[in-house]
């Protein structure tokens, strides 16, 4: 089974520009007027500003499980871009959420050492 997570936006230059930031890399496949971003071995998240989408813009969620946390919010800080205050669960694990210039929620999880 494949995972397409769409974020819909209303500035594709921007969005592009953002989202190349938080990702660390440019979108890895283009696909019409789609632009995808590998995240996991059958998941992608989806980058889409056009008008069948402008109902939902602002209202994506999505959560990413990442191991290096601090590293990936002190990048994005380098570029302008904050969070949320990070937040640690009762079981360890830290959640931080980082909102795209749309409002699209884009949480990162990352669980403690085992």
Partial sequence: MDLYSIMPVTDLAKALRWFGVF???????????????QVGENAWVVVDARDVRASRVGAAMI?????????????LAGHGIGH??????????????VL????????LAEAPDQ
Avoid: K, M
């Fill in 63 to 75: 959560t990413l499980g990442v191991t290096d946390l601090d590293d990936i919010l002190a990048r």
């Fill in 84 to 97: 949320e205050p990070v937040e640690t669960y009762g079981n360890g694990v830290r959640h931080v959420e």
């Fill in 23 to 37: 990702f660390g890399r440019p979108a890895d496949e283009v696909i019409g007027e789609e632009h995808l971003w």
């Fill in 100 to 107: 795209d210039p749309d409002g699209n929620s884009l949480s």
